[in-house]
């Protein structure tokens, strides 16, 4: 069972996170924890501070971190960016596509069902900020923009 999962290089950030309030008043902070409801362009000044984003997802079918993430990473963040809570292991194809680079779920996760949800498909179908070519941009390669 795994119960951290991380596919960065370097080390795993330790620093406890504060909440995404408490980091407004700091200027010294370089965790902080997202809560579903805040607004991750308002961290996207102190980006270059940041080493360490935690997201909550309090229940897995709360999908707002999805876009925390993406926005994060779309602005150039390159810390580690985890998420935490009610994460089951089949939503780690698409997180990981959104920008999450690291998982502490509520519940262990089983190496092999890790393994073989991230080997089930070879293509994707949307772009999103993970680099890979969807399916449309393989079938259309003079198509830049979709």
């Not at 902080?32 to 409801?37: A, K, L, N, Q, T």
């Not at 089949?90 to 080997?119: E, K, N, W, Y």
Request: hydrophobic share 40%.
């Amino acid at each position: 069972m795994v119960d951290f999962l991380s596919f960065r290089d370097d080390e795993p950030g330790q620093e406890p996170a504060v909440t995404f309030e408490a980091f407004a008043g700091q200027t010294n902070a370089t965790a902080v924890r997202i809560e579903p409801g805040d607004d991750a362009r308002a961290l996207l000044p102190s980006l270059d501070r940041i080493s360490l984003v935690e997201v909550n997802f309090p229940v897995f079918g709360d999908g707002r971190g999805y876009s925390a993430a993406r926005i994060l990473r779309e602005a150039g963040y390159t810390g580690e960016l985890r998420a935490v809570g009610d994460v089951l292991v089949d939503q780690i194809v698409a997180m990981r596509r959104c920008g999450f680079d690291s998982f502490r779920p509520d519940h262990p996760f089983d190496q092999t069902a890790v393994d073989a949800a991230l080997a089930r498909y070879a293509d994707v179908y949307q772009k999103t900020v993970d680099g890979r070519a969807p399916v449309w941009a393989k079938r259309h390669p003079e198509t830049t923009h979709g």
